[in-house]
């Protein structure tokens, strides 16, 4: 049986809408996508983005999960006034939403990073929707607030799981270019080594090292001054930067 011309138009939109963002973390070929649900405008999906182009000498610290809820953290982006970026997972927090409240208070956004942290690519819709929305739901029951930002557990997902995300209020998919170690080196998933203004850098909470929170913070601090930067609020220049997919310079 023939599909429809507008079906078979939809799906090639739907397939190339999401541009490629490399291994890791990266996008599917598209094969989870759940024929049953349709977006009748992709160009709606949001943006995936590793970095954000801008002239402003800043870049963005993210910090996934919650598992490390260092005291000294609190003083610190307090002090500092540090807008970081709080990408919590539900199963992680556990209790600990308290802590969190107190970062929200000096300071620190509160966004979304899934109730459970699974892989998303290649689940389907209705399982990554559940995962994306559920945490949605508990972030607005815990503070009030509605999340515009998801980062995909372990960087991976699919056109999928911007469909869900769409659907559950997330305008864009938040990825890094930087990642900052439990012994508080930086690694690059692509591009020159050295930090450089626009990089979003993860900061993962709960790895076993030698330093705390607080002080893998304070060095990432030190290596940002040095390079003539600052840290910058994400959420206010995704809202004046144009839709872009990783890997845009």
């Known amino acids: 049986m023939r599909r429809p011309a507008a079906a078979v138009l939809c799906a090639a939109l739907l397939a ?34 590793d970095r954000v182009p801008t002239r402003d000498p800043v870049v963005f610290l993210t910090y996934d999960d919650g598992a490390e809820r260092d005291p000294r953290f609190v003083g610190l982006v307090r002090e500092r006034r540090l807008p970081v970026s709080m990408f919590l997972t539900d199963s992680v927090v556990g209790p600990g939403y308290g802590h969190f409240a107190r970062l929200r208070a000096v300071g620190a956004s509160i966004q979304n990073h899934t109730l459970d942290h699974p892989a998303l690519r ?23 607030i509605t999340p ?53 850098v993860s900061i993962p909470s709960g790895e076993t090292g030698s330093l705390t929170l607080t002080e893998r913070t304070e060095r990432l601090l030190r290596v940002i001054g040095e390079r003539g930067l600052r840290v910058g609020r994400l959420e206010d220049h995704l809202e004046r930067t144009p839709g872009r997919r990783a890997g845009g310079n």
């Open 16 to 49: 190339g809408c999401a541009g490629a963002a490399g291994e890791q973390p990266g996008i599917a070929d598209g094969r989870a996508q759940d024929p049953a649900h349709v977006v009748s405008d992709p160009r709606h999906l949001p943006p995936v983005v």
């Open 122 to 144: 290649g689940l389907p819709y209705a399982g990554q929707r559940a995962e994306i929305c559920g945490q949605q739901h508990k972030l607005r029951s815990r503070f009030g």
């Open 148 to 200: 515009r930002l998801l980062r995909p557990p372990h960087g991976t997902y699919d056109t999928t799981t911007l469909r869900a995300a769409a659907d559950c209020g997330i305008t864009a998919v938040v990825l890094w270019r930087a990642s900052l170690n439990a012994d508080g080196e930086l690694t690059y998933t692509r591009g020159e080594p050295g930090l450089r203004a626009g990089d979003i």
